[in-house]
């Protein structure tokens, strides 16, 4: 219904306005022929009076019937000759008796405007033909053979059918050019009618081809953001940006590269496609996009610029964008198209992927510092005794499912006290820091090193035995027994440590049962001596020394004296 609107409205226009022109071309073409008409009338009239008045002068024996009969069916026109008295002395298109019951003409108009103004002009139905003609009238005055004055009025008519038949031609031949007219307005509109909708329809799919295209982008992006926020650390995070990108830019390969903690490198996490990269890190001054501060293309307004962190320079063109949150670089957003157009076209999407990416590795940065910083003690870096209590529980419940041992080891600085006394606070945080870090070293990869609180320590061993325990308890003794710490350019020393050692073989016991039983293993060992490891509900072993074993199988350390410039503490053994 719209379209049969929208196509009748401008055909509608268009044949009113050639019905308007055509009626206003024959009314113009209608005054025309009257024009010529009249224009014709006039010449031949001038022309008839100048021969009638002529033959008038010159021949006496003139035969004005005669000369009517023939000019008149000469020209096909109706001429009248009327004397001075305004009767009809001849006319071409009646005879003499005719002639005879006509009356005076001087009251006719174009007889009566010819003596006044010597032209006159009507146009009228004839009385004796009963044919509408338009007639011209002029005066004549001449003298004839004789010598005498004789007054004439010529006239001069021309039947009104001829011109109403010119005129019906003109309406023929007109209606037929707005006929055609109309149907080619018809053909034309629906022509461009067509044209205007393929156009329409084209634009709109073009455009409904945008939409969708942009619509699934933002899916796609959403979906992104919801995968990272979801994940808990980079590497997961990072898997989840390819599918993303082989279904919005599937024509590129990439790469991400993350700045460390120094800021003077950034290293490889992950890539999707060929590797781009050199090695598995690069320095940043090697990337234009880390030192423009934005985007950087290889090949750009025809400059070939790539970066030297590149390993394909040669190979198709190459996009690096920085990943930022909050103004802060976090790393950079490698890209790797084939075709420069292709390069170019998914810019715009790319920096948009690249700018959700950097919040959301970001976020997960953030939520990792946060979760470090509830777990981990910011002094000594090793896990506090939340984390501890946590993974202990669990640990616990693997350990009596499995029937596997599972060991903890106490640990306490001895006379840590005297250390904060005689050299101060901060040599007590530097001797803290070396113990942990000396038990951080030692300990295997599957062991959870904690502080437990103020100057003690613990470890947490699984799948461990207790004869396992002792013997790493033992190491840690004699290594950090070992150690000459010096703090300030002062010397401190040396620094020893008593441990208890608890162990569930796999049976169901409480987490507090269990450091119960570590934490009294270490007071035996306090007020055994120090310096030595306890053993939960085990008979008291002393550590390894350097002479021979006792016949009683017990081990002892040797007397340590510590020198702190001038004083000397001894621990007992």
């Given at each position: 219904?719209?379209?049969?609107?929208?196509?009748?409205?401008?055909?509608?226009?268009?044949?009113?306005?050639?019905?308007?022109?055509?009626?206003?071309?024959?009314i113009r073409f209608?005054?025309?022929?009257?024009?010529?008409?009249?224009?014709?009338?006039?010449?031949?009239?001038?022309?008839?009076?100048?021969?009638?008045?002529?033959?008038?002068?010159?021949?006496?024996?003139?035969?004005?019937?005669?000369?009517?009969?023939?000019?008149?069916?000469?020209?096909?026109?109706?001429?009248?000759?009327?004397?001075?008295?305004?009767?009809?002395?001849?006319?071409?298109?009646?005879?003499?008796?005719?002639?005879?019951?006509?009356?005076?003409?001087?009251?006719?108009?174009?007889?009566?405007?010819?003596?006044?103004?010597?032209?006159?002009?009507?146009?009228?139905?004839?009385?004796?033909?009963?044919?509408?003609?338009?007639?011209?009238?002029?005066?004549?005055?001449?003298?004839?053979?004789?010598?005498?004055?004789?007054?004439?009025?010529?006239?001069?008519?021309?039947?009104?059918?001829?011109?109403?038949?010119?005129?019906?031609?003109?309406?023929?031949?007109?209606?037929?050019?707005?006929?055609?007219?109309?149907?080619?307005?018809?053909?034309?509109v629906m022509f461009?009618?067509?044209?205007?909708?393929?156009?329409?329809?084209?634009?709109?799919?073009?455009?409904?081809?945008?939409?969708?295209?942009?619509?699934?982008?933002?899916?796609?992006?959403?979906?992104?953001?919801?995968?990272?926020?979801?994940?808990?650390?980079?590497?997961?995070?990072?898997?989840?940006?390819?599918?993303?990108?082989?279904?919005?830019?599937?024509?590129?390969?990439?790469?991400?590269?993350?700045?460390?903690?120094?800021?003077?490198?950034?290293?490889v996490v992950y890539?999707?496609?060929?590797?781009?990269?050199?090695?598995?890190?690069?320095?940043?001054?090697?990337?234009?996009?880390?030192?423009?501060?934005?985007?950087?293309?290889?090949?750009?307004?025809?400059?070939?610029?790539?970066?030297?962190?590149?390993?394909?320079?040669?190979?198709?063109?190459?996009?690096?964008?920085?990943?930022?949150?909050?103004?802060?670089?976090?790393?950079?957003?490698?890209?790797?198209?084939?075709?420069?157009?292709?390069?170019?076209?998914?810019?715009?999407?790319?920096?948009?992927?690249?700018?959700?990416?950097?919040?959301?590795?970001?976020?997960?940065?953030?939520?990792?510092?946060?979760?470090?910083?509830?777990?981990?003690?910011?002094?000594?870096?090793?896990?506090?005794?939340?984390?501890?209590?946590?993974?202990?529980?669990?640990?616990?419940?693997?350990?009596?499912?499995?029937?596997?041992?599972?060991?903890?080891?106490?640990?306490?600085?001895?006379?840590?006290?005297?250390?904060?006394?005689?050299?101060?606070?901060?040599?007590?945080?530097?001797?803290?820091?070396?113990?942990?870090?000396?038990?951080?070293?030692?300990?295997?990869?599957?062991?959870?090193?904690?502080?437990?609180?103020?100057?003690?320590?613990?470890?947490?061993?699984?799948?461990?035995?207790?004869?396992?325990?002792?013997?790493?308890?033992?190491?840690?003794?004699?290594?950090?027994?070992?150690?000459?710490?010096?703090?300030?350019?002062?010397?401190?020393?040396?620094?020893?440590?008593?441990?208890?050692?608890?162990?569930?073989?796999?049976?169901?016991?409480?987490?507090?049962?269990?450091?119960?039983?570590?934490?009294?293993?270490?007071?035996?060992?306090?007020?055994?001596?120090?310096?030595?490891?306890?053993?939960?509900?085990?008979?008291?072993?002393?550590?390894?020394?350097?002479?021979?074993?006792?016949?009683?199988?017990?081990?002892?350390?040797?007397?340590?004296?510590?020198?702190?410039?001038?004083?000397?503490?001894?621990?007992?053994?």
């Amino acid at each position: 219904m719209k379209n049969s609107l929208r196509m009748l409205i401008p055909v509608v226009m268009l044949t009113s306005l050639l019905v308007v022109s055509l009626g206003f071309l024959e009314i113009r073409f209608e005054q025309m022929l009257e024009n010529n008409l009249e224009n014709k009338l006039v010449r031949i009239t001038r022309l008839t009076s100048v021969i009638f008045g002529h033959e008038i002068e010159e021949n006496s024996a003139f035969d004005i019937d005669r000369f009517v009969d023939d000019f008149g069916s000469s020209l096909n026109l109706r001429i009248t000759i009327i004397n001075g008295d305004g009767y009809v002395v001849a006319d071409s298109e009646l005879n003499n008796s005719a002639i005879m019951q006509l009356g005076n003409h001087n009251e006719r108009s174009e007889i009566h405007q010819a003596r006044l103004e010597s032209y006159g002009k009507s146009t009228r139905l004839s009385e004796s033909l009963g044919i509408e003609f338009l007639y011209l009238a002029m005066p004549l005055s001449a003298i004839n053979a004789n010598g005498e004055f004789d007054e004439f009025v010529i006239r001069v008519a021309s039947p009104m059918t001829l011109l109403n038949q010119q005129m019906q031609q003109l309406r023929i031949w007109g209606f037929s050019a707005g006929t055609a007219g109309i149907v080619l307005i018809f053909v034309l509109v629906m022509f461009f009618n067509r044209l205007i909708d393929r156009q329409a329809n084209a634009s709109r799919q073009d455009l409904e081809s945008k939409v969708q295209g942009r619509t699934h982008e933002l899916m796609m992006m959403q979906q992104l953001g919801g995968l990272m926020t979801a994940c808990t650390s980079i590497e997961s995070a990072c898997k989840v940006v390819e599918p993303i990108f082989a279904q919005l830019l599937p024509q590129c390969r990439g790469t991400i590269t993350m700045l460390k903690a120094s800021r003077n490198r950034l290293d490889v996490v992950y890539h999707w496609g060929q590797r781009m990269i050199e090695g598995e890190w690069y320095g940043r001054d090697e990337c234009w996009a880390l030192l423009k501060g934005h985007t950087h293309m290889s090949q750009e307004s025809q400059l070939v610029i790539p970066c030297n962190h590149t390993q394909l320079k040669d190979e198709g063109f190459e996009m690096c964008i920085p990943l930022l949150a909050q103004g802060e670089t976090l790393g950079v957003m490698h890209l790797h198209f084939v075709n420069e157009s292709d390069m170019l076209t998914g810019r715009s999407l790319a920096e948009s992927l690249s700018e959700q990416i950097g919040l959301a590795l970001a976020n997960i940065q953030l939520r990792d510092n946060l979760s470090q910083q509830a777990v981990r003690d910011p002094l000594t870096g090793l896990f506090n005794r939340r984390h501890l209590m946590e993974v202990l529980e669990h640990q616990i419940a693997q350990s009596s499912r499995f029937n596997k041992p599972l060991s903890l080891l106490m640990l306490d600085i001895d006379h840590f006290k005297r250390f904060n006394d005689t050299f101060g606070h901060d040599a007590g945080d530097y001797v803290l820091k070396q113990v942990c870090q000396e038990l951080k070293t030692s300990a295997r990869k599957a062991d959870l090193v904690c502080r437990y609180g103020g100057e003690e320590l613990c470890i947490l061993c699984p799948e461990t035995d207790i004869t396992q325990a002792q013997e790493l308890a033992e190491r840690l003794l004699i290594r950090i027994g070992a150690q000459e710490l010096i703090h300030s350019g002062q010397s401190l020393g040396r620094v020893t440590v008593s441990g208890g050692i608890a162990c569930n073989e796999g049976s169901e016991i409480s987490v507090e049962a269990l450091i119960k039983q570590s934490d009294d293993a270490l007071y035996r060992a306090k007020e055994n001596g120090r310096n030595r490891v306890e053993l939960a509900n085990q008979p008291t072993l002393d550590a390894v020394t350097d002479a021979p074993e006792p016949a009683n199988n017990t081990t002892r350390f040797p007397v340590i004296t510590e020198h702190h410039d001038d004083k000397a503490i001894k621990t007992s053994a």
